[in-house]
């Protein structure tokens, strides 16, 4: 069985891919599933479904979803549940279960690796393969909890970090022109995120677009002092004088800062 969490929460059964359409049980799957292996208490998971406002017979309840839950994972001739009882809650045993996730961190450790070896080619594989798993934000919509609150932002970070490490791969092997459409799409979606606005303008400057690179440098700048109220990071400005002077020497070392 395989599990999909980058995107909406939907299980793949061989060829056949099943959501779950009552979303506590959905929310309890996924609470399940980003602490697997490991028990949840009944307080934690009665927590991520209803917050601090429990209702009168939220145990009760947590028992009937759980039960719910077992039946939606049961399978024709398998064996025992996933779902272990333990004496504070509930555990999720994947045993030889696959996890969309895990293989995306994988991936991304090892493009990391090939990336502090110079192996950029390998790199950029690796980076791309993880980034293809994704089909859209981190669990969809799922719930508000404190386990998913945190687990989809922690994981929200890790594929920008893949994503700047994917650029970074890239440009060291001379591929400028083709990442300035794809870097804009970057900015749009995380207009805070200083290394995505010193990749374009070091993608434009060598692609020959001088006083582009230098308008990037002026967006990021309002944005930031309209956002934030701070100017860009020294390294953003010291990118910015290089442009200005055509210091091809700061520029050659700038991918990714």
């Not at 799957?29 to 927590?47: E, I, K, W």
């Not at 504070?88 to 991304?108: H, I, P």
Request: hydrophobic share 40%.
């Amino acid at each position: 069985m395989k599990y999909q969490l980058l995107g909406s929460l939907r299980v793949i059964d061989g060829n056949t891919a099943t959501f779950l359409s009552a979303q506590k049980v959905e929310t309890l799957l996924a609470a399940l599933l980003v602490r697997s292996d490991h028990v949840v208490t009944t307080h934690q998971l009665m927590n991520e479904l209803w917050g601090e406002q429990l209702p009168r017979r939220a145990s009760a309840g947590l028992h009937v979803y759980i039960s719910e839950l077992r039946k939606f994972l049961s399978r024709p001739g398998g064996v025992d549940s996933p779902i272990v009882t333990r004496s504070s809650g509930y555990m999720l045993r994947l045993r030889s279960d696959e996890v969309d996730y895990q293989a995306f961190l994988e991936l991304t450790d090892l493009g990391r690796k090939h990336l502090r070896e110079q192996g950029y080619e390998e790199a950029v594989d690796c980076f791309e393969r993880g980034l293809a798993l994704w089909r859209g934000p981190a669990l969809g919509d799922i719930g508000d909890g404190p386990i998913l609150r945190s687990f989809v932002a922690w994981l929200t970070e890790v594929r920008l970090d893949c994503a700047e490490m994917h650029v970074e791969a890239q440009l060291r092997l001379g591929r400028h022109r083709e990442l300035v459409g794809y870097l804009f799409s970057l900015i749009a979606e995380s207009p805070l995120r200083e290394t995505f606005y010193r990749q374009l303008m070091v993608a434009l400057y060598r692609s020959e677009r001088r006083a582009e690179a230098l308008k990037v440098y002026q967006s990021a700048r309002t944005t930031l002092i309209d956002e934030l109220g701070l100017e860009p990071c020294s390294t953003l400005q010291e990118l910015h004088r290089a442009v200005l002077t055509a210091d091809d020497r700061v520029l050659a070392g700038c991918a990714a800062g």
